[in-house]
């Protein structure tokens, strides 16, 4: 299952009509990016929940290499209480992978499924080593490999180590017993510290240390997410789009998507994104900057650390 319901209230001026799991990282939607990792895993068919936008979800995953299940939500039922709404799809019998909506990750996912099955816990959730753990908050975890402590909600003692959760479980389908009766909730206060304090057992899954995990919970994350693909996925080579219009100068790593324009006299790279059809007019610089699709960059107009959307920019204070 995907969680796609959010409000998207992070993700503000960005979201206003689409949903962050449809917003592209190098003209790729963050949740078509997603449903492929999940499918090179073995994956076969998926559930996606919605709220806000869902038309661009839609959209996104007209062409899914997986078949979706879609569930609307009328109101967001949060963390679990989607999960349990989808409990009719994802069944009684057999674990099953939950994964938030709003990033791109590597992540072997067979391997943690095979982890999560041997461990018989009621959940396993996915850790990375992070110097973000400060920001988000980290799980510890005991010599067994069991969750002991989330963030400041619960200690159990006898940590061992911790880290960060990246939005990725697998949950045994007797966790449904243990939610509570109601269609809104969140996961973590509601299901997973209770079920702690009752001495049931949590495990985790350590990301490799090479995979990459870009959350897009915000602009910012966003902006990241785009820059880090590019280097990851396209190093210092300069991309661009065959049917691009590029008269300005260029200075790679950039990626120029299809029918964007550069106009003479405009200057974009190093470190920039130019989404499908983004237009930048005579005289603008752009560095560590992403244009979203469609977007325009005013004529002499200064972007570093910045988003471009339409005719209007969000500035990394």
């Not at 609307?72 to 069944?91: C, D, H, K, N, Q």
């Not at 206060?189 to 001495?199: F, Q, S, T």
């Not at 995990?213 to 080579?237: F, I, S």
């Amino acid at each position: 299952m995907i969680l796609a319901a959010g409000l998207g209230t992070r993700m503000s001026p960005l979201a206003r009509a689409v949903a962050k799991p449809a917003l592209p990282v190098l003209d790729v939607p963050v949740i078509t990016r997603l449903t492929r990792a999940l499918r090179r895993a073995g994956v076969e068919r998926a559930i996606v929940n919605t709220h806000a936008h869902p038309e661009s979800l839609h959209a996104a995953l007209r062409e899914s290499p997986l078949p979706i299940d879609w569930l609307a939500e009328p109101a967001p039922r949060g963390s679990g209480g989607g999960i349990l709404g989808a409990r009719p799809l994802l069944g009684e019998r057999e674990p099953f992978l939950v994964v938030n909506g709003d990033m791109c990750l590597e992540l072997d996912f067979a391997a943690m499924l095979a982890q999560h099955r041997a461990s018989g816990a009621l959940a396993t959730l996915a850790l990375r080593g992070d110097s973000r753990e400060r920001e988000f908050g980290s799980i510890g975890y005991d010599r067994d490999g069991h969750v002991c402590r989330i963030t400041d909600r619960i200690d159990l003692g006898s940590e061992k180590a911790s880290g960060l959760f990246i939005g990725v479980q697998v949950m045994s389908p007797e966790i449904f017993a243990r939610m509570p009766a109601r269609e809104a909730f969140e996961i973590i206060p509601e299901v997973y510290v209770p079920a702690l304090r009752d001495g049931l057992p949590v495990s985790v899954f350590h990301q490799a240390k090479s995979q990459s995990w870009w959350p897009v919970g915000t602009p910012a994350e966003l902006l990241d997410a785009n820059l880090c693909a590019l280097a990851h996925e396209h190093g210092d080579t300069p991309v661009e789009a065959p049917d691009a219009r590029v008269a300005g100068e260029i200075t790679g790593p950039v990626w120029i998507g299809a029918g964007a324009q550069v106009e003479v006299g405009a200057e974009v790279g190093p470190h920039a994104v130019l989404s499908a059809g983004a237009v930048i007019r005579s005289g603008a610089r752009l560095t560590r900057a992403l244009a979203l699709p469609g977007a325009e960059v005013a004529p002499g107009q200064s972007l570093e650390r910045a988003v471009a959307f339409g005719r209007e920019v969000w500035r990394d204070a």
